[in-house]
C-alpha cells in the first residue's frame, strides 16, 4: 500500500497557475501509475490527467490538455500537477492515485487539496 498526500492547491484568478504535488511513501511508488483525478461540488469526481510509472506516457482529460501538465520525481517519490491558464471550472477538490494501471480508481488515494479559481 502506498500512502499519500496532496499539497499545493489554493485560490487563485482565472488565468492564474498552481503547481500540486503528490507525496508519496510506503511501497515502491515507483512501480506504481499515477492518476490526478478532480471533484467539483454536487459533481461525481472525474479523470484530470495520468502518468505511467516510468513518465514516458502521459494522459489528459480532453478540459485540460494543452493547460495541464502531469510529470513525476520517482527518486523524490513525488508526482505533480502544473496547472495553467486556471479557470473558474477547474475549481474543485483534487485527488492523487497511485495504482498498477494507468488512470485506475483502484489503489491508493490521498486526501484530497483544494483549488479554488476566481473569476
Known amino acids: 500500500q502506498v500512502q499519500l498526500v496532496e499539497s499545493g492547491g489554493g485560490l487563485v484568478q482565472a488565468g492564474g497557475s498552481l503547481r500540486l504535488s503528490c507525496a508519496a511513501s510506503?511501497?515502491?511508488?515507483?512501480?506504481?501509475?499515477m492518476g490526478w483525478f478532480r471533484q467539483a461540488p454536487g459533481k461525481e469526481r472525474e479523470f484530470v490527467a495520468a502518468?505511467?510509472?516510468?513518465?514516458?506516457?502521459?494522459y489528459y482529460a480532453d478540459s485540460v490538455k494543452g493547460r495541464f501538465t502531469i510529470s513525476r520525481d520517482n527518486a523524490k517519490n513525488t508526482g505533480y500537477l502544473q496547472m495553467n491558464s486556471l479557470k473558474p471550472e477547474d475549481t474543485a477538490v483534487y485527488y492523487c492515485?497511485?495504482?498498477?494501471?494507468?488512470?485506475?480508481?483502484?489503489?491508493?488515494w490521498g486526501q484530497g487539496t483544494q483549488v479554488t479559481v476566481s473569476s
Open positions: 510506503g511501497r515502491t511508488f515507483s512501480s506504481y501509475a
Open positions: 492515485n497511485a495504482s498498477p494501471i494507468v488512470g485506475s480508481t483502484a489503489g491508493s
Open positions: 502518468i505511467s510509472w516510468s513518465g514516458g506516457s502521459t
